[in-house]
Nanobody, 119 residues
Framework: QVQLVESGGGLVQPGDSLRLSCAAS????????MAWFRQGPGKEREFVAM????????YYADSVKGRFTISRDNAKSTVYLQMNSLKPEDTAVYYC????????????WGQGTQVTVSS
């Protein structure tokens, strides 16, 4: 498994942008599918976005489609989540997750980074 460390969270106003980063340890980062999940106050953890190992395919939750962009730099073992036009309902702890190719479940998780959108 890889070790994941998120960064980039903070307090922003509605309409602002923020970029989250997730740095992974290990030499096999490029063989992992990476994703972002989030858990808002009093809510279940939910899927936000996913990117395949080659970055050939990306997937988004309907609630963030058109506003968020997931990307990865395999040379830096880092995955990013660019968040634009942030809304108060985007307030949550954002988690980075990884799974090996061919595995169903995400087996590696970061500790999370808080994003608060408030005026």
């Amino acid at each position: 498994q890889v070790q994941l460390v998120e960064s980039g969270g903070g307090l922003v106003q509605p309409g602002d942008s923020l970029r989250l980063s997730c740095a992974a340890s290990g030499r096999t980062f490029s063989s992992y599918t990476m994703a972002w999940f989030r858990q808002g106050p009093g809510k279940e953890r939910e899927f936000v976005a996913m990117i395949t190992w080659s970055a050939g395919s990306t997937y988004y939750a309907d609630s963030v489609k058109g506003r968020f962009t997931i990307s990865r730099d395999n040379a830096k073992s880092t995955v990013y989540l660019q968040m634009n036009s942030l809304k108060p309902e985007d307030t949550a702890v954002y988690y980075c997750a990884a799974k090996r190719i061919g595995v169903v479940d995400f087996g590696s998780w970061g500790q999370g980074t808080q994003v608060t959108v408030s005026s």
